[in-house]
């Protein structure tokens, strides 16, 4: 890349292709993260990539991370968690968002490593995975059993529709018919790149 521009012609090719939730170039490292809806579709980013000029090699493949963070009072505590961080060379990439309370992070390290960085900058982190399991299957099984489990709720609702309960039951069991079918996690990647 020869320019901030060459970076932004990258991001608004990519961020049209299906299946990106977003993109991120960074001219002066020449860096370049996405995230997407399902890993296989690296290969198409890196065939656009190529018709505009350019090279990219996967740096890493990484799901973010989120944690709250206790004890911030203003968001100069954020950017100091932040700095930490960065300070680490597992560490990828990392924000924290003092509004919300909650901090992603990429990183090539185990979470209590993560939870004691924090700690020594004056904080708490709490992975939110603890905190509230996740839906995302495991292995294809696990996903059977999400589309399985949806539509037995959905079913259930359905049925109950139909005989003498508060309609406040079979609403819930339609909701959470519809939150086991379709939730899908986005996948974040790294990539070099480079001038073609």
Do not use: W
Request: include cysteine; charged fraction near 20%.
């Amino acid at each position: 890349m020869d320019c901030p521009a060459c970076a932004a012609t990258i991001e608004k090719s990519i961020e049209k292709m299906s299946g990106v939730q977003s993109v991120r170039v960074n001219y002066s490292t020449a860096k370049m993260q996405t995230k997407v809806e399902d890993t296989e579709i690296s290969e198409q980013i890196e065939k656009q990539v190529q018709k505009l000029g350019y090279s990219i090699e996967p740096l890493i493949s990484l799901d973010m991370q989120v944690f709250n963070v206790e004890g911030m009072d203003c968001a100069a505590c954020a950017v100091s968690i932040e700095k930490h961080l960065m300070k680490r060379p597992d560490v990828e990439q990392v924000s924290v968002n003092f509004s919300t309370g909650k901090m992603k992070i990429a990183h090539q390290t185990n979470v209590d490593t993560i939870i004691r960085e924090v700690e020594k900058a004056g904080y708490r982190a709490v992975p939110i995975s603890k905190a509230q399991p996740s839906l995302q299957p495991k292995s294809f099984f696990d996903g059977m059993l999400l589309t399985t489990l949806s539509g037995i709720t959905l079913l259930l609702g359905f049925v109950l529709s139909l005989v003498d309960v508060p309609s406040i039951l079979p609403t819930i069991l339609y909701a959470a018919s519809i939150i086991l079918g379709v939730y899908k996690p986005a996948k974040s990647a790294f990539y070099a790149v480079k001038s073609g």
